[in-house]
Antibody
Framework: QVQLVESGGGVVQPGKSLRLSCAASGFTFPSYAMHWVRQAPGKGLEWVAVVSYDGTEKYYTDSVKGRFTISRDNSKNTVYLQMDSLRPDDTAVYHC?????????????WGQGTLVTVSS | IVLTQSPATLSLSPGERATLSCRASQSVISNVAWYQQKAGQAPRLLIDDASNRATGIPARFSGSGSGTDFSLTISSLEPEDFAVYYCQQRSNWPLTFGGGTKVEIK
């Protein structure tokens, strides 16, 4: 079955950087787009970024453009989220999510998430 | 595109019918998905493209709508259905979610 396991979260000061990883298994990873979706404590879901199956297309929500970079390594079945210039409002649980199809932009499997706390 | 879900909270008893609404600020054709999230868990896909039940989702869940108005109906609430439900559109960048509807036990 599909498994998505995020790692790399933690407490970081404003302005610093963090890199999240998501290890995938149970499906043909190179065939699917992959997403990051975050959820601030007690709040709703916010889509963050997507990378296409081959890594050539990337899109971001406006609030992270220029600060976050999504990437993938199909040889390692892993997707990454490099987060720079972190702000307190980036504090959230970050989930990676598998696209329902190659590029359908809906999410049929989710990881449990990794908590990022941005605080001085 | 802003998705507005209503009501924010729905208080119902097991066995009752639940109807959740999602309204888009502009047309999203039929490009809306619905997710269920229980406390402390990751979301689960229920419905894709407005009306297609995802794999393994019980038949009591159904979705409908097009354009700007969408609904998720749970025909008869089971105890495990009390959760928060989100709609999501894929018609325009950035992808967006609604604010959620909490279905709670009355």
């Amino acid at each position: 079955q599909v498994q998505l396991v995020e790692s790399g979260g933690g407490v970081v000061q404003p302005g610093k950087s963090l890199r999240l990883s998501c290890a995938a298994s149970g499906f043909t990873f190179p065939s699917y787009a992959m997403h990051w979706v975050r959820q601030a404590p007690g709040k709703g879901l916010e889509w963050v970024a997507v990378v296409s199956y081959d890594g050539t297309e990337k899109y971001y929500t406006d609030s992270v453009k220029g600060r976050f970079t999504i990437s993938r390594d199909n040889s390692k079945n892993t997707v990454y989220l490099q987060m720079d210039s972190l702000r307190p409002d980036d504090t959230a649980v970050y989930h990676c999510a598998k696209d329902l199809w190659t590029w359908l932009l809906q999410f049929d499997s989710w990881g449990q998430g990794t908590l990022v706390t941005v605080s001085s | 595109i802003v998705l507005t879900q209503s009501p924010a909270t729905l208080s119902l008893s097991p066995g009752e019918r639940a109807t959740l609404s999602c309204r888009a600020s502009q047309s999203v054709i039929s490009n809306v998905a619905w997710y269920q999230q229980k406390a402390g868990q990751a979301p689960r896909l229920l419905i894709d493209d407005a009306s297609n039940r995802a794999t393994g989702i019980p038949a009591r869940f159904s979705g409908s709508g097009s354009g700007t108005d969408f609904s998720l109906t749970i025909s008869s609430l089971e105890p495990e259905d009390f959760a928060v439900y989100y709609c999501q559109q894929r018609s325009n960048w950035p992808l967006t979610f609604g604010g959620g509807t909490k279905v709670e036990i009355k």
